[in-house]
């Protein structure tokens, strides 16, 4: 039994040590350019050695012309044989479009790589002109080198998912290379991304999360304020989507993936989504894009305020600051969800079983919050009531015809003051909300009364038309009499 | 009572020596025969002069002629003025009545040929009327100084800007500036106000003097005929009460068009926003308008905007010079031409606005 342990513990290990032999590709058949080029060592020479072309059989003719095939020199590297050196500048990528852009080549090979790499990386971003003036700014070499070019999955590729985070970063955080191009782009992207949590986990060998690639696309990589891009505002919740919404391929992660759905219902997704309102934040509103969250923002749980700044201010001097820190729970997130936030409503506000102070604040309450939350909501309801009585009547008075676009103007001005309460809400304090609720009230009040008394005039209008009409009739009637009387008399009669 | 009005009538008599005017009125006949209805447009015409300007003097007192002032001020006067509503109301209305009447008032003379000698002066300065009327309207048009207004003021003062050499200067002069701006609101409410309220009453002293004067036009076929009593009608007072009355009649109408259909301020105008969709002048302007659309934009060497608008200028030309031209009914004998020309005149005005109205 021993035995037979030893001799497959040794098949094993002399299989293990022949592996790179194995895999080794299959040399191109007479590359004559290689046998010589192969015995001056040179680096070229090394690196093709285990390029993935180089298993499929081509030569380095495949990319440098001439005839492989010969092992005189001149020969090989004659013009006749269609010898081109060393390409420069566009010409290196359109080498390799002339086999990768065409699908009947590439299928000849047995890959099943798309074909269109070469053109989306014309149109992409890095396909503008280089500074240099060679060609455009990233040839398919920058990335996939020239001679060792590997396959995606080879862990040893610049490109694979264990590199290219790296290879990214070899320009994106050189300063000197990215100011030539774009001054105003950031060079920090590397150390942001160090601090996520997709980083953390890159760091520790997840390879499965985002990396640069992932986000951005590959060839196809545009800027973020081209609409094409994946990370434009209006695609970016799309592209967090692919892998977010996955449940088998996040499963490992235990985290939701109903975030989505729920975004795309709020009411950041409707206006992102819906309205094209790029203003609205997309995931990396929140989140944050390279970082674990937007920049100046100490927690997720404060980004809220990083555009609601003005509820922010007013929370953060309220009681409920104290007492939310206290507990440990979050501040917004707690009353308006976080993925899922709905417009907020009036119905929010106060102790019915629909508000969210009745959450925490009961009857026996020790403080004084079921109070507040309660007088509150009353203000409210009059407030709102009081400002829609105001649009109906203006509304009817404008409909009938009268002149009151300067009170109908003016009822913005309640609009804006209930806005304004609706936003005071967040400081939990009576008088506060109060003082501002009351301005509301009194414009709607004030546009009540200019449109109640613009229907009296209306009313005074038409009863105006029918006494006047009755005089100026029974003026004409008696005039017609008169003439009636006048031409019935002879002639000569007066 | 009757006393006192004697008293009063013998005090003026005395000095201003009424008799002799109220002999002439007494020997004054409007002659009745089929058209005689047409008389009436005249004193309608008339009337609604008398409330532009009643109303017109009441609108100055609260209007001001800014282009940062004067929407707000016509808003002033129709949600704050006592009766102001009204008085606008009633102003517009009454404009655009009168166009109206005067236009039916210019088409009966036209078709009774009541311009003829000795009568040319008369449809000459009603002519002149007529165009200063359609000035007021051009000019009143703009003062609300709201979107349909602005834009239609520029569209209009562009059409004399194609005419060559003339086109450009006068087109300036209009708008007091290469473009419409509160320059050309200032200019046009001097001639709404100033200018052409000078030159109607001049013109319509002299219309209604030269009416008094020559009396009413009796058509052709009854000029010499003796008219008998029963052929003709004292104008004091039988006419002159029938046209109160249907001036009373014309109050009515003013006074319910006013109430249920109150006109329409829009909103203020805005130098920087584009046209609105649907821009139009008023009705009255309609017809040329569309004929300007309708002509091509080159015809042979011409470009089709100012061979319009230079066949319009030649058209109204001849229109107003008919009395100089229409030699047959001058010699006495009817000319049929000038009515088909008149009815096919007024046929197409007619088609035209509505075509200008629907599309």
């Not at chain 1, 950041?268 to 609205?280: E, F, M, R, T, Y």
Request: aromatic fraction near 10%; glycine fraction near 8%; hydrophobic fraction near 45%.
């Amino acid at each position: 039994m021993a035995l037979v342990k030893r001799i497959i513990g040794l098949a094993v290990g002399g299989a293990l040590l022949l592996l790179p032999i194995i895999s080794l590709p299959a040399p191109a058949a007479q590359d004559k350019c290689y046998e010589c080029h192969s015995t001056l060592g040179d680096a070229p020479s090394k690196a093709f050695l285990v390029d993935v072309h180089r298993s499929k059989g081509i030569s380095c003719a495949g990319c440098h012309g001439g005839n492989s095939a010969t092992d005189d020199m001149d020969s090989a590297m004659s013009a006749r044989a269609g010898f081109l050196g060393v390409p420069k500048g566009d010409d290196i990528s359109a080498r390799c479009a002339s086999c990768h852009a065409d699908e009947s080549k590439m299928r000849s090979f047995g890959s099943s790589l798309p074909t269109n790499q070469y053109a989306n990386l014309k149109a992409s971003v890095h396909g503008a002109p280089a500074v240099s003036g060679k060609g455009s700014i990233a040839q398919c070499i920058t990335c996939h080198h020239a001679h060792g070019i590997l396959h995606v999955k080879d862990p040893r590729s610049p490109v694979n998912h264990a590199n290219v985070v790296a290879l990214c970063a070899s320009c994106h955080s050189n300063a000197a290379l990215i100011r030539q191009y774009n001054p105003s782009l950031p060079i920090d992207q590397l150390e942001k991304y160090k601090t996520s949590v997709h980083g953390m986990r890159y760091a520790k060998g997840d390879t499965k999360v985002a990396v640069c690639v992932s986000c951005h696309g590959t060839h196809d990589i545009f800027s973020s304020k081209d609409v094409r891009s994946k990370v434009y505002p209006t695609n970016i919740p799309g592209t967090c989507k692919t892998c977010h919404a996955d449940a088998d391929y996040m499963k490992a992660y235990g985290i939701p993936t109903d975030q989505y759905e729920k975004y795309a219902a709020s009411v950041h997704g409707i206006a992102l989504l819906q309205k094209n309102d790029v203003s609205a934040p997309a995931c990396n509103g929140c989140h944050g894009n390279h970082g674990a969250t937007p920049p100046g923002v100490e927690s997720i749980s404060a980004v809220c305020g990083t555009c609601h700044a003005l509820n922010a201010d007013l929370f953060s001097k309220s009681p409920h600051k104290r007492a939310f820190d206290a507990l440990g729970v979050p501040e917004c997130e707690i009353c308006h969800g976080n993925h899922g936030i709905a417009p907020p409503t009036d119905a929010m506000l106060g102790v019915d079983s629909a508000a969210v102070c009745s959450q925490c604040h009961a009857p026996d309450d020790s403080s004084r919050g079921f109070a507040t939350a309660r007088a509150m909501r009353k203000l409210m309801d009059s407030v709102s009531v009081t400002e829609q009585r105001a649009g109906l009547l203006i509304g009817e008075a404008e409909q009938r015809g009268m002149e009151v676009s300067e009170a109908k103007f003016q009822l913005r001005d309640a609009r804006q003051f209930r806005l304004q309460a609706r936003t005071a809400v967040h400081a939990f304090n009576e008088q506060q909300f109060s003082d501002v609720a009351h301005k509301s009230l009194a414009v709607s009040e004030a546009v009540e009364g200019e449109a109640r008394a613009a229907l009296d005039e209306f009313v005074f209008r038409r009863t105006g038309l029918g006494v006047s009409t009755l005089i100026i009739t029974v003026l004409a009637v008696a005039l017609f009499l008169t003439i009636r009387r006048i031409e019935k008399k002879p002639p000569g009669t007066s | 009572m009757n006393t006192l009005w004697k008293k009063t009538y013998a005090w003026i008599d005395e000095r201003v020596d009424l008799r002799q005017l109220v002999d002439f009125m007494g020997k004054k006949y409007v002659p009745v025969h089929r058209g005689f209805l047409w008389y009436y447009f005249g004193g309608v015409t008339l009337f609604l002069f008398i409330i532009q300007v009643i109303t017109g003097i009441l609108l100055l007192l609260y209007y001001k002629a800014s282009d940062q002032l004067a929407f707000e001020s016509i808003q002033f006067i129709m949600s704050k003025v006592q009766f102001g509503w009204l008085i606008r109301s009633i102003h517009s209305w009454s404009a655009n009545l009168f166009i109206l009447s005067a236009v039916i008032h210019m088409f009966s003379v036209m078709f009774e040929r009541g311009y003829r000698a000795p009568r040319e002066i008369t449809w000459l300065t009603g002519m002149f009327m007529l165009f200063l009327g359609l000035g007021f309207g051009f000019s009143g048009y703009l003062l609300p100084w709201n979107e349909l207004a602005y834009f239609a003021t520029k569209v209009g003062t562009e059409i004399p800007g194609v005419i060559p050499i003339i086109g450009k200067p006068v087109m300036e002069f209009l708008r007091g500036g290469p473009d419409v701006t509160g320059a050309t609101l200032s200019r046009f409410f001097g001639f709404h106000v100033a200018v052409f309220p000078g030159l109607f009453t001049v013109f319509l002293g002299i219309h209604l003097l030269l009416v008094q004067r020559q009396g009413m036009s009796i058509p052709e076929h009854l000029e010499h005929e003796k008219l008998d009593e029963s052929k003709r009608m004292p104008f004091f007072p039988n006419f002159l009460l029938r046209d109160l009355l249907l001036w009373l009649i014309v109050l009515n109408v003013l006074a319910i068009l006013a109430v249920f259909f109150p006109w329409d301020l829009g909103k203020k105008a805005d130098l920087f926003a584009s046209a609105p969709a649907g821009i139009h002048p008023e009705w009255y302007f309609l017809f040329m308008f569309q004929t300007l659309k309708y002509i091509p934009s080159k015809v042979f060497f011409m470009d089709g905007e100012v061979l319009g608008v230079l066949l319009f200028g030649l058209a109204f030309a001849l229109w107003t010079l008919i009395p100089f031209w229409d030699r047959r009914t001058a010699r006495g004998s009817a000319s049929r031409r000038v009515t088909y020309i008149a009815l096919l005149a007024l046929m197409y005005i007619i088609v035209f606005t509505i075509l200008g109205w629907l599309l």
